[in-house]
């Protein structure tokens, strides 16, 4: 590993100031469990590390008075999975975060550090992408802007983030009346592996079975997390069948763009993408996809 010069920033001003001041140099570190791993593989060679976990302001977890959930960047995966706030915006968002890797580094790692590193197998995207989630991000000088979770991942590993940004926070909206949301990742090796496919729905059905609202989020499927746009604008205000979310999972293959690796071809990524999607809206819609075929 390269040799670095290590600064615990005590706020968000002096985090910016280190960006300001050693531009492409600097990393900043929240839980380290992906950063340490690339700086002894020698990936990533930073001159300066700036450490995050002294800004209280970058941590937390509160309700909004409009229903929504707003969750500080270094909050911890643990934090998040046993939050009482959580658990009553919607309790899939933070069983989700139960399934990532181990207690050991749930405890350690932050969503923040999770999403800035722009892994599109990682869990937490799809769910938040699901939710219409947006990243809170400030720079120097003051500025600040929202990002859509959709828009935020640009490529394998990488970003919309400015080069003077950092990520304050996510801020979730409240769940629609009515709707609800669940997350399924397949993997067939162990529970706390990456996913081979994963799918986020948040769902809303009417009192005639019609479909309401829908927010459907993957990942694993291609270079970033995605968004099912075509399965959502199917499935909007039709009647719930098993034959309807057959079809409509169905477009999902035209909207993935999956990779070759050790957990499966792109094909079978692809076919996988459809048979979740189709099986994650028929649990939120109480539909049984054998009875109802």
């Given amino acids: ?35 340490i791993l690339m700086m002894q593989q020698g990936l990533v060679q930073p001159a300066k590390v700036v450490g995050l976990g002294n800004i209280k302001e970058l941590r937390g977890i509160k309700r909004s008075a409009d229903g929504g959930l707003e969750v500080g960047a270094m909050t911890t995966h643990r934090q998040l999975e046993t939050s009482p706030e ?20 749930r405890n350690q790692a932050t969503l923040g550090g999770n999403l800035v590193h722009a892994d599109p197998a990682q869990d937490p995207p799809p769910v938040l992408i699901a939710l219409d989630s947006t990243i809170d991000v400030v720079s120097a000088g003051g500025g600040a802007r929202s990002i859509p979770m959709e828009a935020f991942f640009s490529d394998f590993f990488e970003t919309t983030l400015g080069e003077n940004e950092l990520l304050r926070s996510v801020k979730v909206p409240p769940m629609p009346a009515g709707s609800r949301l669940a997350y399924k990742k397949f993997l067939p090796r162990t529970e706390d592996d990456y996913a081979t496919v994963s799918v986020a729905v948040r769902l809303g059905v009417d009192p005639d079975g019609k479909c309401k609202d829908i927010r459907i989020g993957l990942g694993a499927l291609a270079v970033t997390p995605l ?3 075509a399965v959502e604008k199917a499935l909007l205000g039709q009647k719930l069948t098993a034959a309807s979310i057959r079809e ?17 071809s792109a ?25 109802n075929a």
């Avoid at 005590?10 to 985090?15: F, N, V, W």
């Avoid at 094909?267 to 009875?291: F, G, H, P, Q």
């Fill in 1 to 35: 590993m390269r040799t670095f010069d290590y600064t615990a920033a005590a706020s968000i001003d002096e985090a910016l100031a280190a960006l300001k001041e050693y531009g492409d140099e600097v990393e900043f570190i929240a839980g380290g469990t992906s950063l």
């Fill in 86 to 105: 959580a658990f009553a915006y919607a309790a899939a968002l933070p069983q989700s975060l139960g399934v990532i890797a181990t207690i050991r580094i």
């Fill in 227 to 229: 968004r099912a746009k």
């Fill in 248 to 264: 409509a999972s169905a477009l999902v293959r035209d909207e993935v763009d999956p990779l070759d690796d050790v957990r499966g």
């Fill in 267 to 291: 094909n079978y990524k692809r076919e996988m993408a459809r048979v979740w999607t189709e099986r994650t809206i028929a649990s939120l819609a109480n539909i049984d996809l054998k009875v």
